[in-house]
C-alpha cells in the first residue's frame, strides 16, 4: 500500500512538472522580441545589444497584435520599433499608448491570429506564491530566459532619480525572480499562466530584488484597444502619491487612508474644480482609494467629459468635488 501510494506521488510530481512546462512554453508562445532599432547585419549579436539596440520583450494581449512592454524598450507614443514573434518573423511596430511615469506602453503590429496571454488578477496576488518572469530572443540570436521565484512583497514604492528628477514607482509586485535585460517588459506570470505584471529593469535594485507594474493597472486600456482599436485618455490633471510615500516628501505629513495630491495642473479638471496640492482624496464616485493604481485604473474606464465625484479632506473636513475630466 505504502509503495503504491509513494509511486502516485512520483507521477503526480511528474505530472505537474509537466504541467508546468507545458503552461511556461505555451505563454512563452505570446512573448515577443523588441528593438528600437531595426537590425543590421550582425549588430544584434552586440554584447551590449541591450543597451545599443534598446533590446526588450513584450507579451501579446490580443490576436490581431497588440503588445504591452516597456515605455523604455518600445519609445514614446507615436514612435516605432521592431519586433519579432518566437517563430522569428519580424514586424514594424507603432507605439498606441505609452505612459513615462509607469514605463509601460502599448505596441501595435499588422498581424492576425496571433496567441495572447491571459490576463491574470494582480489584486489577488499573495506574498509567497510561485512566479515565473520570461523574457525572448530577438529571432533566434539570443536565447530564451525563463527565471523562478516567488511574490516577495506587494505594495511596494521605489525612488526613482533620472535626468536630474525625482519620481516614485508605487504599488508594485516585489519578487526575487531575476528581472534581467531579458525580462524588461515582458510577463511576470502566476502558476496558472496568467500574467499578473510587466517586469521592469529600469528600476535599479539590489540582487535579488526585481520589481513588476500590478497588470490590472492597464487592464481597461487593453481591453479599450482590444474592442474598439482605441484609447481615449481622460485625465483629472492632478499628481497625487499613496500614503506610504508621504514620509520621504515630507516627514511631518502622515494620513490614515486616501492619496495625497502633490500637484494641479494649471487650467486643468481638478484645478477647475478647486482641488488643490495638499488635498487627501479618499474617494471617488463612492469607491475608497488608497493607491494610485486604484485611481488610475478607474479613469482608464472614463472618457473625457464623463463627470466623477471625489471625497476631498482638507484641513480636517471632507467635502465632494464634481469633476469633468478633460484629455491627456
Given at each position: 500500500?505504502?509503495?503504491k ?59 490581431d ?99 536630474n ?47 513588476a507594474?500590478?497588470i490590472?493597472?492597464v ?24 500614503k ?26 481638478a484645478?477647475n ?51 469633468v475630466?478633460g484629455?491627456?
Amino acid at each position: 500500500m505504502k509503495l503504491k501510494e509513494h509511486h502516485g506521488t512520483i507521477e503526480e510530481a511528474k505530472t505537474e512538472n509537466k504541467t508546468i512546462t507545458d503552461m511556461i512554453e505555451e505563454v512563452s508562445s505570446c512573448v515577443v522580441g523588441i528593438s528600437k532599432l531595426k537590425e543590421n547585419g550582425n549588430s544584434i549579436f552586440l554584447k551590449d545589444g541591450t543597451t545599443k539596440l534598446g533590446l526588450g520583450t513584450g507579451m501579446i494581449v490580443s490576436e490581431d497584435g497588440y503588445i504591452l512592454t516597456n515605455e523604455h524598450v518600445s519609445g514614446s507614443k507615436f514612435s516605432n520599433c521592431y519586433v519579432t514573434l518566437e517563430n522569428g518573423k519580424s514586424y514594424t511596430a507603432k507605439v498606441v499608448w505609452s505612459d513615462s511615469d509607469l514605463d509601460i506602453s502599448i505596441i501595435k503590429i499588422n498581424a492576425k491570429g496571433l496567441p495572447y496571454i491571459a490576463l491574470g488578477d494582480s489584486e489577488q496576488v499573495k506574498v509567497g506564491e510561485t512566479v515565473y518572469a520570461i523574457g525572448n530572443p530577438i529571432g533566434f540570436e539570443f536565447q530564451r530566459t525563463v527565471t523562478s521565484g516567488i511574490i516577495s512583497a506587494v505594495n511596494r514604492t521605489i525612488k526613482i532619480e533620472e535626468d536630474n528628477k525625482t519620481s516614485y514607482m508605487e504599488d508594485l509586485i516585489q519578487t526575487d525572480a531575476t528581472i534581467n535585460p531579458g525580462n524588461s517588459g515582458g510577463p511576470l506570470i502566476n502558476v496558472e499562466g496568467e500574467v499578473i505584471g510587466i517586469n521592469s529593469v529600469k528600476i535599479v535594485t539590489a540582487e535579488g530584488i526585481g520589481f513588476a507594474s500590478p497588470i490590472n493597472m492597464v487592464k481597461p486600456i487593453i481591453e479599450s484597444y482590444k474592442n474598439t482599436g482605441n484609447f481615449e485618455e481622460a485625465s483629472l490633471g492632478l499628481y497625487a502619491y499613496d500614503k506610504e510615500v508621504i514620509p520621504y516628501l515630507d516627514s511631518n505629513i502622515s494620513i490614515d487612508n486616501g492619496i495625497y495630491v502633490i500637484d494641479v495642473v494649471t487650467n486643468g479638471a481638478a484645478a477647475n474644480a478647486g482641488i488643490k496640492a495638499n488635498d487627501v482624496i479618499t474617494k471617488i464616485d463612492g469607491k475608497p482609494l488608497n493607491k494610485m493604481t486604484e485611481l488610475r485604473s478607474y479613469i482608464y474606464t472614463k472618457k473625457t467629459g464623463d463627470e466623477v465625484v471625489l471625497q476631498v479632506l482638507r484641513r480636517g473636513i471632507i467635502t465632494p468635488v464634481k469633476i469633468v475630466l478633460g484629455k491627456k
